[in-house]
């Protein structure tokens, strides 16, 4: 048998993949003062792979034997990772430059994590799934490494990597187990097989599905697993952590959605309640840490691990008849959640260039010497909170509501949620009080064009996602992945 | 014919290592030996599987997941060297800048 491969389906991909060889070898050609080129060759292959990705809008296709599939859901997060991409390259450019780091590795890198981003949402099979995560977080080990020189990069590359060896470790054993049990890799035969007769195996495929989520729990950093992001978004570059917070982070839910959704859904009622715990502890542990933190970047990596159990909650509704309002409800919140993440880290990477501590208290005086960051980071911080008039509203209701309709354990939850949110307030308007309020030194801050260009794209997309929210919310095909 | 039971124990006990290993050891070096233990317990699942199911797809991943051990070993050893180079110590727990 000659298995026939579909090229338009995975084009975004081949496009990728031949943009990061060509960076690699053409800055070896380069010269140093003009090494930066590898970043506008970099923003001509994801934006030639966004145009590839924009013709298969409303594709249904299937290829490598059925485990790949390009369906709506897929087309969806790659538009949406692709966009991230090119956000991320925004914000490296000067960032790197001017620290003369290995521009040219870093790009390679940066793309090649993509790629894996890119097929996550693709990978509807259990060895798909481990290339495209492994893909994710191998390149991101090493560029959170990447000041070379400096310690406390070194100790983030070094957390990360072992945390993410570890956790592919835990979830690779898991996935052997599901092998074991339903004879398949592919999601949609396990899930068929799991909703069958187990023949006593009911308690080996418990355990399996326990291992895999664990080894996910680690990725995206939910409570008890969540030590290693605070240190090593601290000690990554800021470009670095921008991508690892927004990008990685929900390739690793996409990854959660598909195998949780499609391959374990007949098992919900047991994992159900495990996600409810993590989600309840992930984001009260979050809150409660960040209200102590004096640090920017540490701020928005509990920040980020309190939103990661908002984003955990809709898991711990499957099974109640609310699947897809659930399932729709987790998607809209992880985008909604990535560009105000990555709005607040363009302030951030803008504020590093005055201040490479990033205490909050660099922020002093923010509005007067750099009104337009200043007002976009106020936005950013009230839409993370989850208050109108911002996009972060509409992520936290669509949760809410799902929890409701769930009843039962879902209302407990949606609670929790709302005072959550409430904490959450204090620390995150700490940051524009600061900018407002506190007199900080009178200097005009200049911040590179594209990263304000990047603030204030963010900063708009998150208002007008609050006024219209049918922009994100109602993507009808984003449920076809669940059968309720 | 070895018994399928048999296979799956000894690869608990190998991934039981593994991790024990992860948890203990302070030399950098050895926590990677100690994950390659917990990825060969997932090949030897693997392939016992895939004799037990009668279905290639095991094999296949196995050898996919040897492959990408060999690669995080090559990182992992990457960021163990930059470490020595700039401590001159590989102990996993002296590396400790960044705190709460």
């Known amino acids: 048998m000659n298995p026939t491969i579909d090229y338009h389906a995975i084009l975004p991909e081949l496009i990728l993949s031949g943009t990061l060889v060509v960076v690699l070898v053409v800055d070896v050609f380069l010269r140093p003062p003009r090494k930066w080129l590898a970043m506008p060759l970099s923003f001509a292959g994801v934006l030639a792979a966004f145009v590839a990705t924009l013709t298969l809008i409303g594709a249904d296709r299937t290829t490598f034997g059925g485990s790949y599939h390009v369906d709506p859901f897929a087309v969806l997060f790659k538009v949406f990772f692709l966009s991230v991409a090119m956000i991320v390259l925004f914000l490296s450019l000067r960032y790197f430059r001017e620290g003369r780091y290995y521009q040219g590795e870093y790009y390679f890198l940066l793309l090649s994590s993509v790629l894996g981003c890119v097929m996550m949402p693709s990978s509807r099979d259990l060895l798909m799934l481990f290339i495209s995560l492994e893909l994710v977080s191998a390149p991101a080990f090493l ?73 996910f729990a680690f990725k995206v950093s939910a409570f008890p697993f969540q030590f290693w992001a605070p240190d090593t978004y601290e000690g990554a570059p800021v470009p670095v952590t921008a991508f690892l917070a927004s990008a990685s982070k929900a390739a690793g839910f996409t990854g959660l959605l598909q195998l949780m959704f499609v391959a374990f859904i007949h098992q919900a009622a047991f994992w159900g309640p495990v996600f409810a715990a993590f989600s309840i502890f992930t984001m009260s542990i979050g809150n409660l840490v960040a209200l102590q933190q004096r640090q920017a970047v540490r701020l928005l990596a509990y920040s980020s691990i309190a939103q ?107 609670v929790v949620m709302v005072v ?4 959450s307030l204090f620390y995150y308007l700490a940051i524009p009080r600061q900018m407002i309020l506190v007199e900080g030194p009178e200097e005009p801050m200049r911040s590179p064009a594209l990263v304000t260009f990047v603030a204030a794209l963010a900063a708009a997309a998150v208002i007008a996602v609050f006024v219209y929210p049918d922009l994100i919310a109602h993507f009808p095909p984003l449920s076809t992945l669940v059968g309720s | 014919m070895i018994r399928l039971p048999l296979v799956l124990f000894f690869s608990a006990v190998l991934f039981s290592t593994g991790v024990y290993g992860v948890l203990a050891r302070r030399n950098g070096v050895l926590v990677l030996m100690s994950i390659e233990l917990m990825l060969n317990a997932v090949n030897v699942n693997l392939v016992a599987f895939s004799q037990y199911v009668r279905d290639i797809g095991g094999q296949v991943f196995a050898l996919f997941v040897i492959a990408v051990a060999a690669a995080e070993v090559g990182i992992g050893l990457a960021i163990v060297i930059l470490i020595f180079r700039n401590r001159e110590s590989i102990n996993v727990d002296e590396v400790s800048l960044l705190k709460w």
């Not at chain 1, 070194?154 to 957390?159: D, P, Q, S, T, V």
């Not at chain 1, 959550?420 to 904490?423: G, H, K, L, P, W």
């Open chain 1, 143 to 215: 560029i959170a490494a990447f000041r070379k020189n400096d310690p406390r990069s070194n100790e983030a590359g070094l957390k990360f990597f072992l945390i993410g060896v570890l956790s592919s470790a835990v979830m690779l054993y898991g996935m052997s187990l599901i092998y074991g049990v339903t004879g398949s890799t592919n999601l949609y035969e396990i899930g068929k097989a799991l909703a069958g007769h187990l023949g006593g195996q009911e308690t080996l495929a418990l355990a399996a599905i326990l291992f895999v989520v664990t080894g």
């Open chain 1, 308 to 414: 990661a159990g908002y984003m955990l909650l809709p898991f711990a509704l499957a099974g109640h008849g609310v699947d897809k309002e659930a399932f729709a409800a987790a998607v809209t919140y992880i985008l909604i959640y990535a560009i105000m993440n990555l709005g607040a880290f363009a302030v951030v990477v803008a504020v590093s260039r005055k201040s490479s501590a990033l205490l909050i208290a660099d922020f002093a005086g923010l509005m007067r010497n750099a009104p337009l960051l200043a007002l976009a980071m106020t936005i950013f911080m009230v839409s993370l909170a989850g208050v109108p008039p911002t996009a972060g509203f509409w992520g936290k209701f669509f949760v809410f509501r799902a929890g409701i309709d769930a009843g039962g354990i879902g209302i407990a939850l949606a």
């Open chain 1, 420 to 423: 959550n949110s409430v904490i």
